[in-house]
């Protein structure tokens, strides 16, 4: 089994094994909006300057090896149903290489006004000379001069920012020569995310967030606290897993409003596999 795979299993294993233990006696902390939410708001990532829709289209369900159930539809049926969403305000193309996504992008690309989008990937990069080659080689891939956003992938260790200081600044090398405009990282540990919340480096993080634990780093109630710091900090804080990697698929309503009421996510991105799923998910954002 490869890293990635394993690392997606034991997640996902994790997440089950403490929704199974606490789903049925543990009552759902669903707040009641406030105020009434859109897919296509425009938000502001942090303090990147970013502006962007509220709904980042992913394009990752089960992404893995350069296959993801979004790039199986094939380059023309992806980019259609990144344009879909486009044509309805959404603005966000949440890519990545080990989804393989980044010729589906391309293609939607070219029938966009590229300063309109907002452009994220992510590498599995842990050295310097690793990066530099995939920033050059995405940025062919997605046929854009600059990546609006650029993460380090998966991160699982808690001494991270050390270990992979050297990658992380050529991401800032990459920033000052306006290559990328802003960069973090998608955490995959408690631990991983707790030094991401420390480092002042971070500008972006992708977090995993449901109201269950599904597919988590943690509980809820343990990564909430690190998640208001980031935001406290100045950090984007875009969530993921918002459907607990389809374990809640039958609770959208309820894991979309809890995601909306939090107040401590900028954005949030998921994935739908086809347009009746992406106009349903748009649909249940502007009713929640």
């Known amino acids: 089994m490869k890293r990635r795979q394993f690392l997606t299993t034991a997640a996902y294993g994790v997440g089950a094994a403490w929704l199974g233990s606490n789903f ?35 394009t990752g ?3 893995v090896g350069h296959h993801s159930h979004q790039t199986a539809l094939g380059v023309k049926g992806l980019s259609d149903l990144l344009l879909n969403g486009y044509d309805q305000g959404l603005r966000f193309f949440d ?23 907002t452009v994220l990937s992510k590498s599995w990069a842990r050295d310097p000379a690793g990066m530099r080659a995939d920033i050059e080689r995405f940025r ?43 960069h ?22 992708l977090a995993r967030i449901n109201p269950t634990g599904a597919s988590m780093d943690a509980s809820p109630d343990v990564v909430l606290p690190v998640l208001k710091q980031m935001k406290a900090s100045g ?12 374990v809640l698929r039958e609770r959208q309503d309820e894991c979309l409003k809890y995601a909306l009421g939090l107040g401590v996510l900028d954005a949030f991105t998921i994935g739908a596999e086809n347009r009746n799923e992406q106009d349903d998910l748009i649909k249940r954002i502007a009713a929640a």
């Open 140 to 182: 062919k891939e997605l046929g854009t001069e600059y990546i609006d956003v650029l993460l380090m992938h998966c991160l699982t260790e808690g001494d991270w920012t050390e270990r992979y200081k050297g990658v992380m600044d050529v991401l800032s090398e990459a920033k000052q020569k306006g290559v990328i405009r802003a």
């Open 24 to 58: 049925t006696r543990r009552a759902w902390a669903i707040p009641e909006l406030s105020k009434k939410f859109s897919a296509a708001d425009s938000v502001t990532l942090g303090s990147t300057g970013i502006k962007t829709s509220r709904l980042a289209m992913g």
């Open 235 to 246: 950090k984007a804080v875009i969530g993921m897993k918002i459907l607990g990697a389809g």
């Open 61 to 63: 369900t089960v992404g």
């Open 95 to 117: 890519a990545a290489d080990s989804y393989g996504s980044h010729p589906h992008v391309a293609e939607a690309l070219k029938h966009v006004q590229r300063d309109k989008v």
């Open 184 to 205: 973090g990282c998608s955490c995959h540990s408690i631990e991983a995310l707790q030094a991401a919340a420390k480092s002042p480096w971070v500008e972006v993080d």
